[in-house]
């Protein structure tokens, strides 16, 4: 029978190739034991991918919507805090100016009227607050403040006032600003959007309407009481310290008053975070599922793994001893 025999250069190139094969097999197997997941997923399921391509999918939509979902729940956070500081200044002011009557001195007057400026400026740098550059309560219009400055506003108020009289006047002049739709607070006292809200999808059938706006109404009688203190005790000149009083009082009880309006507010934030909490529990427990699916369809046996690690790692040192031996072969020791 004729022997065909192999070159050495043959022979040579055929070691390489097989060494590099089994530490090819080697290091995909080690892969595999230390991540627990299978270097061939395709060839692990015969190649029937759908099921992992769709489980994969759905993780990836869900994914997104516990971003939309936690990124919606930092934002009722914040709105929450915004409206507990509005609620702040308000008790505050209200305290104050409800101890004013008729018999009150002008230094009473004065402090009342500096705390509801302070409630005023209070309310609004809390309403202009923002969360990673992007405005709480301006509804759509995240990119700017939802109010004006509030120095800004108490000039606009003041200069309007230069008319005012009497008590009645200031009353109707300061509530005709905040009021008018086509004018005062609505064109330069409230910069935001008042056409659309800002919508949150947390799930394919849920969605959060973010539709708390700086110019709410309860929120905007807030500001209108306030700023009628803040003025009133400016008007010593023009304004009896009776009316003065009868003023700042009656600011007092219409933020008395605005406490059902802020308790609502809050309610509403707190429904929608209590919503919030609910579809990410869903999110949560989707993905848990999957992810369970996910692993059974990609996991790599960890005793079939070890196994086969120790196979190849014994067919690698046989095939260097192999290789060694042949090396140190000679014509004499082969005839």
Not at 26 to 38: F, H, M, N, V
Not at 179 to 191: E, I, K, N, Q, R
Not at 231 to 251: C, D, H, I, K
Not at 281 to 299: G, H, P, Q
């Amino acid at each position: 029978m004729p022997i065909v025999s192999i070159g050495d250069m043959s022979r040579h190139f055929m070691s390489l190739r097989n060494g590099g094969q089994i530490k090819s097999d080697l290091a995909r197997l080690g892969q595999e034991l230390s991540t627990g997941k299978s270097a061939d997923i395709v060839g692990k399921l015969g190649g029937q991918t759908r099921q992992l391509s769709a489980i994969t999918h759905t993780l990836d939509v869900l994914g997104a919507y516990q971003q939309s979902a936690n990124e919606t729940a930092l934002t009722l956070d914040h709105m929450q805090i915004s409206l507990e500081r509005v609620e702040q200044h308000r008790d505050a002011a209200t305290n104050t100016l409800l101890l004013i009557s008729t018999q009150s001195q002008p230094h009473q007057i004065s402090h009342a009227g500096a705390t509801a400026i302070q409630a005023f400026e209070g309310m609004v740098s809390a309403l202009n607050g923002q969360l990673a550059g992007r405005s709480l309560f301006a509804g759509a219009a995240v990119d700017r403040v939802p109010l004006a400055d509030a120095g800004v506003m108490l000039d606009d108020l003041r200069a309007d006032l230069a008319t005012a009289t009497n008590q009645t006047d200031v009353e109707t002049i300061v509530g005709q600003w905040f009021d008018d739709p086509a004018g005062g607070f609505a064109t330069m006292g409230y910069l935001g959007d008042t056409n659309s809200d800002i919508i949150r999808q947390l799930g394919p059938d849920q969605t959060i309407d973010l539709s708390i706006r700086a110019d709410n109404s309860d929120i905007k009688e807030l500001l209108r009481a306030s700023a009628v203190g803040a003025l009133a005790s400016e008007m010593t000149g023009t304004l009896t310290q009776a009316e003065q009083s009868n003023l700042l009082r009656g600011a007092g009880m219409s933020l008395l008053g605005g406490s059902a309006g802020m308790v609502g507010a809050q309610a509403s934030v707190g429904s929608l975070q209590g919503a919030v909490d609910v579809g990410q529990t869903r999110i949560a427990s989707e993905k848990a599922s999957l992810s369970v699916a996910y692993n059974d369809l990609t996991e790599a046996d960890p005793f079939e793994t070890a196994a086969r690690l120790q196979a190849v790692q014994t067919q690698l040192e046989t095939h260097f001893a192999v290789t060694a031996r042949l090396s140190r072969l000679t014509l004499a020791e082969y005839i």
